[in-house]
């Protein structure tokens, strides 16, 4: 059984700076590209970035490139999203994914097992 469990999120002021991760279990980790996706009150649930499995491609949303980095710790079956410069519009609910192969990939379909999310707040 495949499971995804991040950590990291809290209330930050704009400016600011927080690091989510996500632990995985039950699968290969290095085999699998996996994502972090974002959902605001409101709104669907968005795609934030991704990288490949090996960890040598990333692809970004063009609202956090430059701001955002993601990584991976392949020995540590762990995800990483370091957020810095931290703005209110990137308060959500942050989701970590694994996806159905190894080539980074930023559509929600291309993912399928999903963490619970953890609650990112940016304050003004």
């Known amino acids: 059984q495949v499971q995804l469990v991040e950590s990291g999120g809290g209330l930050v002021q704009a400016g600011g700076s927080l690091r989510l991760s996500c632990a995985a279990s039950?699968?290969?980790?290095?085999?699998?590209?996996m994502g972090w996706f974002r959902q605001a009150p409101g709104k669907e649930r968005a795609f934030v970035a991704a990288?490949?499995?090996?960890?040598?491609?990333?692809y970004y949303a063009d609202s956090v490139k430059g701001r955002f980095t993601i990584s991976r710790d392949n020995a540590k079956n762990t995800m990483y999203l370091q957020m810095n410069s931290l703005k209110p519009e990137d308060t959500a609910v942050y989701y970590c994914?694994?996806?159905?192969?190894?080539?980074?990939?930023?559509?929600?379909?291309?993912?399928?097992?999903w963490g619970q999310g953890t609650q990112v707040t940016v304050s003004s």
């Open positions: 994914a694994s996806g159905v192969g190894g080539m980074v990939r930023s559509l929600r379909d291309e993912y399928d097992y």
């Open positions: 990288i490949s499995g090996s960890g040598g491609s990333t």
């Open positions: 039950g699968r290969t980790f290095s085999s699998y590209a």
